[in-house]
């Protein structure tokens, strides 16, 4: 069993000094240029921070700060695991259910990878770097920390689940057409399908 790191209190001041920092270089590109550029990604670094903190509440308000300043970033694969495991450690479950799904069809091995599975051979179509299996060589995680062992119990009963089942094979099987799928309204629509899945998640 892998424990979690111990955080001693300089390494924990660190860790705030980082978000503070975060927030504040932030903040300084907002009043300076109108809104956010932030091309190096630096707003999806502090619920990383707020986890090795064991800061869930923290990491909770910091989401709902992002999802406000940036409502249109879909994130990629590590932040949305973060984002869901900080609503699952908080109490908000049905959120997590959604934000699992959603973790899920920004990279359909990434919960493999976390639960130490085989990865599934899947023929899909891949967008962007980020939904390959090769992104996920520097994972931050994985099931045998202790202090994940109440989200691997939860993550691991919400993958066989009705719900996940239906959303998640319907993703795959628009994603597999989209591999031969040529140019044009057909294809128009499946993308349509796919990012509308999430809609009526209730």
Do not use: C
């Not at 993703?171 to 031969?180: E, F, G, M, P, V």
């Amino acid at each position: 069993m892998m424990t979690a790191v111990p955080i001693t209190p300089k390494k924990a001041e660190r860790l705030r000094k980082k978000i503070a920092d975060i927030k504040r270089m932030l903040a300084a590109e907002k009043k300076k240029f109108g809104g956010y550029d932030d091309s190096r990604g630096h707003r999806y670094v502090p619920t990383r921070f707020f986890i090795e903190l064991g800061d869930y509440n923290k990491g909770l308000l910091y989401t709902k700060w992002f999802q406000k300043n940036f409502p249109d970033d879909i994130g990629y694969p590590e932040f949305l695991f973060e984002w869901t495991l900080i609503l699952f450690k908080t109490g908000k479950v049905k959120e997590a259910e959604k934000k699992a799904l959603e973790t899920f069809m920004s990279n359909v091995y990434l919960f493999d990878k976390f639960l130490e599975k085989t990865f599934l051979k899947l023929d899909i179509y891949e967008g962007s770097e980020w939904e390959r299996v090769s992104s996920l060589a520097d994972f931050n995680y994985n099931k045998n920390r202790s202090d994940l062992l109440d989200f691997v119990d939860w993550l691991s009963t919400f993958l066989i689940s009705q719900p996940f089942y239906i959303i998640a094979n319907e993703y795959i099987r628009i994603q597999q057409q989209l591999q031969t799928e040529p140019v044009g309204p057909s294809r128009n629509a499946l993308i349509d399908q796919s990012n509308t899945l999430l809609d009526e998640y209730k």
